[in-house]
């Protein structure tokens, strides 16, 4: 059986660990579409490598909370003359 059959791989991001234990294919597949997420530094590794890397933190944890959709506009401030 072929490594890249085996579920031995994980895909990490600047995130941590997005998920482990995939089919390469699997793991190709989530990067990119994580890549489509605008989630940078995706990359395909061994679960052996990916828990060395990042310990068994998973990217959940360490996501930062979403930005709101809309930004409140400041109100420009008219000054008298």
């Given amino acids: ?20 234990s995939l ?14 997420q605008k989630v940078y530094g995706t990359c395909v590794v061994s679960d052996e ?9 998973p990217a959940a944890m360490n996501a930062t909370p979403p930005l709101p959709k809309t930004i409140p506009k400041k109100r420009a401030v008219r000054r008298k003359k």
């Fill in 49 to 57: 490598a990916a828990h060395r890397l990042n310990g068994s933190t």
């Fill in 23 to 36: 089919r390469y294919a699997e793991a190709a597949r989530l990067m990119r579409e994580l890549q489509g």
């Fill in 1 to 20: 059986m072929s490594e890249l059959q085996e579920a031995r791989w994980s895909v990490i991001s600047e995130r941590g660990r997005e998920a482990a």
